[in-house]
């Protein structure tokens, strides 16, 4: 089973800066078959990018993903106040693992 | 309208079991997979399982093997999820979401229900 491991654990930053989160696999994810999500409280979590690069629809093009084999990043090239909320990357494949999540906080 | 709509919140006594339900509506139902989700109070996000509403075929993440029963009523557009032998660390927000796959690109949970809430005490 891929672990995913996601860093950092939380980030502070203020609207309009650069978001820079990390998703490390334990093992080469097959197809690059990895998703991001993003959750605000009380909410269940929205779909962000699949395929590691490729954007749901309705996702806003500061959101970009990229990466290959163990490690991808997802980018926010300018923080808007609602982008505040948690990330997670997720392996889609034979199994459906989560990382445990980077929190993007207001500094 | 598309979307996933989920049964109400639960109390469950530890040692009972809890199913959860999830009307699908504004789409092909038996096409996408249906995954069940948890998330623990706090906590990350923890995938369970998926059924295949046409076949009724499923898998189940392993720590839930032999306690985890999904199924589906293809005639009423609803997805179950059942869960035995609960624990207080059961208690979570239960979420079923729709499968999406492009070809090629990957693949994610595109349409989430609106999650429920069952506390085991």
């Known amino acids: 089973e891929i672990v995913l491991t996601q860093s950092p654990g939380t980030l502070s930053l203020s609207p309009g800066e650069r978001a820079t989160l990390s998703c490390r696999a334990s093992?080469?994810?097959?197809?690059?078959?990895l998703t991001w999500y993003q959750q605000k409280p009380g909410q269940a979590p929205r779909l962000l990018i699949y395929g590691a690069s490729s954007r749901a629809s309705g996702t806003p093009d500061r959101f970009s993903g990229s990466g290959s084999g163990t490690d991808f990043t997802l980018t926010i090239s300018r923080l808007e106040p609602e982008d505040f909320a948690v990330y997670y990357c997720?392996?889609?494949?034979?199994?459906?693992?989560f990382g445990p999540g980077t929190k993007v906080d207001f500094k | 309208q598309v979307q996933l709509v989920q049964s109400g919140a639960e109390v469950k006594k530890p040692g009972a079991s809890m199913k959860v339900s999830c009307q699908a509506s504004g789409y092909t139902f038996i096409d996408p997979y249906i995954h069940w989700v948890r998330q623990a109070p706090g906590q990350g996000l923890e995938w369970m399982g998926w059924?295949?509403?046409?076949?009724?075929?499923?898998k189940y993440a392993q720590r839930f093997q032999g306690r985890v029963t999904m199924t589906r009523d293809t005639s009423n557009r609803v997805a179950y999820m059942e869960l035995s032998r609960l624990t207080s660390d059961d208690t979570a927000v239960y979420y079923c979401?729709?499968?999406?796959?492009?070809?090629?690109?990957?693949?994610?949970?595109?349409?989430w229900g609106q999650g429920t809430m069952v506390t085991v005490s």
């Open positions: 059924v295949n509403p046409d076949s009724g075929d499923t």
């Open positions: 979401a729709r499968d999406f796959y492009v070809k090629n690109q990957g693949g994610a949970f595109d349409l």
């Open positions: 997720q392996h889609y494949g034979s199994s459906f693992t």
């Open positions: 093992q080469g994810v097959p197809g690059n078959f």
